[in-house]
């Protein structure tokens, strides 16, 4: 009897790994985690799961929770050298005059690192937990 139940177990969890894997349009994925931050305003943290196809940019997947998850959105800029710039997130954009921006992470086990390259050019890794941090320049 366990060992009909480990068995189903490890069937349903085999299932929904090979699901997890392929989830856009039959083609490998990989899933996400997104936390929005803002630490300026007392803004409580929001969390987003979503996945990328394989080898996508993080953009494809930011576009992928504004599509699908309510109360996600955000805008870009078009730099000439570097590509898409993350402008604003949930109606918050960054500011020339305050010296605000929307500052890139990757979190691990709790140590946070900037991406060395903006949301058209990042490429997720399965697993990735990435932040979006309102910061500021300003020494
Ligand atoms: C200053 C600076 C910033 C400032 C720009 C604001 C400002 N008004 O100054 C701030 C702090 C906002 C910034 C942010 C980021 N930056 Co920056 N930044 C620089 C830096 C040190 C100088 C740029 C500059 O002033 N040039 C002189 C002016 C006259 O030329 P400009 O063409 O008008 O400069 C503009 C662009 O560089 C643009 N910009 C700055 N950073 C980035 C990043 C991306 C992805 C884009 C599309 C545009 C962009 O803002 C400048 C002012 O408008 C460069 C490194 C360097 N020495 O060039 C890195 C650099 C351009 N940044 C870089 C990165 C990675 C980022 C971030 C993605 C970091 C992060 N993980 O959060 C973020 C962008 C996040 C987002 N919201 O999309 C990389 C880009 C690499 C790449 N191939 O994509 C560089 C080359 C540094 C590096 N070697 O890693 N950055």
Known sequence: M?????TLLFVVLLLFSIQGALTIRGQASVS??????????NMSPENYFTSV????????AL???QQTQPGFEFTVAEDPNYGLFLESVNGVAGSEQDQTYWEI???NSEQYK???VGIG??????????VLRFATRAK
């Open 2 to 6: 366990a060992s009909t139940r480990t």
């Open 32 to 41: 996400i985690q997104l936390s929005v931050i803002n630490d300026l305003s």
């Open 53 to 60: 196809l394989k080898g996508g940019v993080l953009l494809g």
């Open 63 to 65: 576009r992928r929770i």
């Open 105 to 107: 992470l990757s979190e």
């Open 114 to 116: 900037r991406l060395n």
């Open 121 to 130: 050019c990042y490429t997720p890794a399965e697993n990735e937990h990435i």
